[in-house]
């Protein structure tokens, strides 16, 4: 590719397990989190909570917007050799409604697993997230705005959690991550499979996620790339960011995946 093609904007879509309690069990699989280090890495920007749980009022505000996913914003990260790489950023999930305790109705029906492999996603004057807190009180926050039209995405993370989760089995999981790989696969773009919470991890969680991983893509791929992150300890976030976008613009030089201990012992 010359240097005038390539790619400089990245759009990705980060997905995984989603849905009431009854699916997800008591926590998230860390979506939200993950794109919190990602997009603000300082210490005093990351929140380890974002409830999926709303009322009426902050489902419909400019925030959510009435969509099951989430604009995070852009930024722009180096990798080893000093290239620039933008990101836009949208977690896609499933936001629940606080008096009946099922998913929100919006425009669109369809199930996550299908959804989430949406590569063509607009909103109208949609509004960045930032925290839970910003709902309701957006103009004390820094407002930017989601593109304008229709974004393409240009590949997904799928996050799978490797902690343990009171009401949530690892087969469900395991099930979950492969339908929605079914559809993902379809749209033919770049996947990326992320540990998340590596730093509360469950050994034989981490060998049925790379197994998983291993699995995809048919006979004669080596499966999708594993990167194993922390987003509470900041490690391999911005790692499976770059995998990705290195995955999407193949001109670019790869850098190298580090395990989790490695990356853990280098800081
Ligand atoms: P939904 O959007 O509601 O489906 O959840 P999610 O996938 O966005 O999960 P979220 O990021 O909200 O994280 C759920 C819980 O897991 C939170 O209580 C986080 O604090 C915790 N968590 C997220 N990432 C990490 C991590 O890297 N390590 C640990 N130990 N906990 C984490
Ligand atoms: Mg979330």
Known sequence: M?????????????VGLSGTEQIKGTSGVGKSCLCNR??????????????SVLSQSDFGGRVVNNDHFLYWGDVTKKDDNGLDYKFNVIEQTEFIDDQSYQPHRSSSNQLYVKRCAQTKISSAEKMMYICTDQL??????????MPEGKITIDGFIICFDVSFVNNR????????????????AKTKKPILFALTKCDEQVAPFVSEGTQFAASCGGKRSNGIPVVETSASENINVTQAFLT????????RSKTKIVSFDDAAHAR
Do not use: M, W
């Open 38 to 51: 990602f997009i603000r890495e300082e210490a005093d920007n990351y929140y380890p909570d974002h409830t």
């Open 2 to 14: 010359s240097k005038e093609k390539r790619k400089s904007v990245f759009n990705v879509a980060v």
């Open 136 to 145: 309701g009180i957006e103009s004390d926050f820094d407002i930017k705005l």
């Open 169 to 184: 089995s690892i087969d469900d999981q395991v099930r979950f991550v492969q339908n929605v790989y079914h559809y993902l």
């Open 244 to 251: 990705l976008a290195q995955l999407i613009d193949k001109s």
